[in-house]
């Protein structure tokens, strides 16, 4: 652990990343402490600009505070980011680890459908999918998870099929192990880093997927999120332009600094990589 | 074999295996269409105010919706083999209909964004790859870095505030300005400048990919022993980057604007529907807020078959400008 603190620290901005995401994670943990009153709630004046009327980011046409929304709408973001993710990647090594192992049939169906995944157009297969099943969390965790985990399945597929003839795993068949210990405690912690990366990954697209379909109007009418505020605001922006200005900053910020730390990870990880850089 | 010949197999195997894709993606279609709560007669009920059980079960005899699935699912297969892509119960026309009316403006975006995210794209991973470790390179690196990580969406609105509310420069929204009556070049003149700010927005995210790709393919190239031999002939720097290496570096960022097409579909419905430009995307949009599920189950089985004939085109592109490729 410390090692890898070491070697994660060399990257200077995957640091900075992870402060910012911290920030992050902090503000949706305290959110219902700073701003213990329902975000939707008419907090004051209407089209208040920031700093006036009591709002640090000004309010919205119905005198919602911005800065509470922004607040609420990060625990939306990375709930929605981190369920999406753990979905996805569990399928995606499922199926992608038997595949690998078993070739054959299972593989020929996997990889053929992964190629689908690749060909029609995710996020309208999102949009598709959240409309169908109407709106809430679960859905948009579906939905994110169901055009993101053939991206996985292929990756664990090509770790399992280089690792499946290795001398170490032979040795494992020789010793009498079964296939499905062989597969969970020898051939998936040998390729746990590329899954770790890519989930990181996954996590800032399974954002801006969410940000994405809660501006369009598919997001959970109950919750609070950025893209919702950044929706509800468009028809303001002659008006008041920081209703979406600032959510949308605050899904910039966490996507960057979600994507900094995947990458630091990667560096950290992958240590044929550094060697090349 | 000659070698025309060769290539005319080739692209005819190409072909054959985008068949079980295309029957894939129909079949989806289908069971999309019938997870969603309801059927067709539900909503012309529901429009209708009030129906009997009697004349909705004759109207789902009529439309066959009272046969087994796979009867269902063999007569929907023959409808959109014959292009009948159903009836958008909204706009009362058939969707067919509706979507190649929205066509073109969708094209006419996404060609020009993948023009202008190529284009630029090269140049900046170029600039990137050549300036190593500069300045240069750490300032290209950082705005592909944070334009990946921006919502289009956002991007889109914070232009309309700049350029079009503030400043003036660009129109807010639409294709055209209608009420003008612009005819010939006046016309082409307006729909260009209608159509700035949403391809800058939609190729902003692409701009990123190309960008980071370019300078990984030159760095890539740029280590090959070709160039150590071109270095060895005494060629200049700029001769070896330009001439030897571009062309190389160029080819997988050929492939990846074909595989990119799909993502710039989901990125147009944001765009379009930020800009109210009057394509495909906000078509879909509309769809969306009508619950018009029939249409937007079109769009996505258009865009999907469209996808698929890029993806075609740009493999037979590919193997005219890389001889290796297989073609046997």
Redesign the interface.
Same mark, same amino acid.
């Given at each position: 652990m410390r090692n890898f603190w070491k070697l994660y620290r060399r990257n200077r901005s995957a640091v900075a990343g992870i402060i910012i995401l911290g920030m992050v994670v902090l503000m949706a943990a305290t959110a219902h402490l700073i701003y213990p009153d329902d975000p939707f709630r008419l907090a004051g004046a209407s089209m208040q600009p920031p700093g006036e009327g009591g709002f640090l980011l000004g309010s919205d046409s119905l005198g919602r505070d911005v800065a509470a929304g922004i607040a609420h709408g990060a625990k939306t973001s990375l709930l929605i980011g981190l369920l999406a993710t753990i979905v996805a990647v569990g399928f995606g090594t499922i199926m992608g680890g038997l595949a690998g192992y078993y070739g054959g049939r299972i593989d020929d169906l996997l990889m &053929?459908t992964t190629? =689908?995944f690749?060909?029609?157009?995710?996020? %309208?297969?999102a949009?598709?999918?959240v409309?169908? =099943?109407k709106p809430s969390i679960e859905s948009i965790v579906i939905a994110i998870a169901v055009v993101s985990w053939p991206a996985v399945a292929r990756l664990v597929r090509g770790e399992f099929l280089s690792l499946k003839n290795r001398e170490f795993v032979q040795a494992c068949h020789t010793l009498g192990m079964g296939d499905a210990q062989i597969m969970l405690r020898e051939i998936l912690p040998n390729c746990l880093s590329p899954i770790i990366v890519i989930g990181s990954l996954m996590v800032?697209t399974a954002i801006?997927i969410e940000?994405?379909l809660a501006? !369009?109007?598919?997001g959970d009418p109950n919750i609070m999120s950025w893209?919702f505020q950044?929706?509800a605001g &468009?028809t303001l922006? &002659?008006s008041a332009?920081w209703v979406?200005?600032f959510?949308?900053v605050a899904?910039?910020v966490t %996507? !960057?600094a979600i994507?900094?730390v995947g990458e630091g990870l990667n560096d950290a990880l992958n240590p044929r990589l550094r060697e090349r850089q | 074999m000659s070698h025309s010949t060769k290539r005319l197999r080739y692209v005819l195997k190409r072909l054959l295996q985008a068949v079980p894709i295309v029957f894939a993606i129909i079949i989806v279609n289908f069971f999309l269409l019938h997870m969603a709560e309801g059927d067709a007669v539900d909503v012309l009920a529901g429009e209708a105010g009030s129906a009997t059980p009697e004349y909705m079960a004759e109207l789902r005899k009529k439309f066959g919706l009272d046969q087994p699935l796979p009867v269902q699912l063999a007569v929907y297969l023959k409808n959109v083999l014959t292009f009948d892509l159903g009836y958008s119960f909204r706009h009362e026309m058939p969707v067919l209909d509706l979507v190649l009316d929205r066509f073109f403006p969708t094209l006419l975006l996404m060609v020009s964004t993948i023009v202008l995210a190529v284009g630029v794209g090269i140049i900046l991973g170029l600039l990137a790859a050549t300036g190593l470790n500069t300045w240069r390179d750490t300032l290209i690196s950082v705005f592909a870095l944070v334009t990946y990580a921006t919502p289009l969406f956002w991007v889109g609105l914070m232009f309309i505030v700049v350029f079009a509310l503030n400043l003036g420069w660009f129109p807010t929204s639409g294709m055209e300005n209608i009420a003008a009556f612009y005819e010939g070049w006046d016309r082409v003149w307006d729909i260009a400048h209608h159509l700035v700010l949403p391809t800058i927005t939609l190729s902003l995210f692409y701009l990123a990919l190309y960008t980071r790709l370019m300078r990984a393919s030159m760095l890539e190239q740029a280590g090959m022993d070709y160039v150590t031999t071109a270095r060895a002939k005494g060629l200049t720097e700029r001769r070896i980057m330009f001439v030897h290496v571009l062309r190389n570096a160029l080819l997988p960022v050929v492939t990846m604007a074909g595989v990119q097409v799909g993502a710039l579909i989901g990125g147009s419905v944001i765009v379009e529907s930020v800009f109210a430009w009057p394509g495909l995307g906000m078509l879909a949009f509309e769809a969306l807020f009508a619950r018009d599920l029939n249409l937007l189950l079109g769009i996505f089985l258009l865009s999907a078959l469209l996808v698929v004939g890029v993806n075609l085109v740009v493999d037979i592109i590919y193997s005219w400008l890389d001889p290796r490729i297989e073609v046997g």
């Amino acid at each position: 652990m410390r090692n890898f603190w070491k070697l994660y620290r060399r990257n200077r901005s995957a640091v900075a990343g992870i402060i910012i995401l911290g920030m992050v994670v902090l503000m949706a943990a305290t959110a219902h402490l700073i701003y213990p009153d329902d975000p939707f709630r008419l907090a004051g004046a209407s089209m208040q600009p920031p700093g006036e009327g009591g709002f640090l980011l000004g309010s919205d046409s119905l005198g919602r505070d911005v800065a509470a929304g922004i607040a609420h709408g990060a625990k939306t973001s990375l709930l929605i980011g981190l369920l999406a993710t753990i979905v996805a990647v569990g399928f995606g090594t499922i199926m992608g680890g038997l595949a690998g192992y078993y070739g054959g049939r299972i593989d020929d169906l996997l990889m &053929r459908t992964t190629e =689908m995944f690749q060909t029609i157009p995710s996020f %309208v297969f999102a949009i598709l999918l959240v409309a169908i =099943m109407k709106p809430s969390i679960e859905s948009i965790v579906i939905a994110i998870a169901v055009v993101s985990w053939p991206a996985v399945a292929r990756l664990v597929r090509g770790e399992f099929l280089s690792l499946k003839n290795r001398e170490f795993v032979q040795a494992c068949h020789t010793l009498g192990m079964g296939d499905a210990q062989i597969m969970l405690r020898e051939i998936l912690p040998n390729c746990l880093s590329p899954i770790i990366v890519i989930g990181s990954l996954m996590v800032a697209t399974a954002i801006l997927i969410e940000s994405g379909l809660a501006f !369009l109007g598919l997001g959970d009418p109950n919750i609070m999120s950025w893209g919702f505020q950044i929706g509800a605001g &468009r028809t303001l922006l &002659r008006s008041a332009w920081w209703v979406c200005t600032f959510p949308g900053v605050a899904i910039l910020v966490t %996507v !960057l600094a979600i994507n900094l730390v995947g990458e630091g990870l990667n560096d950290a990880l992958n240590p044929r990589l550094r060697e090349r850089q | 074999m000659s070698h025309s010949t060769k290539r005319l197999r080739y692209v005819l195997k190409r072909l054959l295996q985008a068949v079980p894709i295309v029957f894939a993606i129909i079949i989806v279609n289908f069971f999309l269409l019938h997870m969603a709560e309801g059927d067709a007669v539900d909503v012309l009920a529901g429009e209708a105010g009030s129906a009997t059980p009697e004349y909705m079960a004759e109207l789902r005899k009529k439309f066959g919706l009272d046969q087994p699935l796979p009867v269902q699912l063999a007569v929907y297969l023959k409808n959109v083999l014959t292009f009948d892509l159903g009836y958008s119960f909204r706009h009362e026309m058939p969707v067919l209909d509706l979507v190649l009316d929205r066509f073109f403006p969708t094209l006419l975006l996404m060609v020009s964004t993948i023009v202008l995210a190529v284009g630029v794209g090269i140049i900046l991973g170029l600039l990137a790859a050549t300036g190593l470790n500069t300045w240069r390179d750490t300032l290209i690196s950082v705005f592909a870095l944070v334009t990946y990580a921006t919502p289009l969406f956002w991007v889109g609105l914070m232009f309309i505030v700049v350029f079009a509310l503030n400043l003036g420069w660009f129109p807010t929204s639409g294709m055209e300005n209608i009420a003008a009556f612009y005819e010939g070049w006046d016309r082409v003149w307006d729909i260009a400048h209608h159509l700035v700010l949403p391809t800058i927005t939609l190729s902003l995210f692409y701009l990123a990919l190309y960008t980071r790709l370019m300078r990984a393919s030159m760095l890539e190239q740029a280590g090959m022993d070709y160039v150590t031999t071109a270095r060895a002939k005494g060629l200049t720097e700029r001769r070896i980057m330009f001439v030897h290496v571009l062309r190389n570096a160029l080819l997988p960022v050929v492939t990846m604007a074909g595989v990119q097409v799909g993502a710039l579909i989901g990125g147009s419905v944001i765009v379009e529907s930020v800009f109210a430009w009057p394509g495909l995307g906000m078509l879909a949009f509309e769809a969306l807020f009508a619950r018009d599920l029939n249409l937007l189950l079109g769009i996505f089985l258009l865009s999907a078959l469209l996808v698929v004939g890029v993806n075609l085109v740009v493999d037979i592109i590919y193997s005219w400008l890389d001889p290796r490729i297989e073609v046997g």
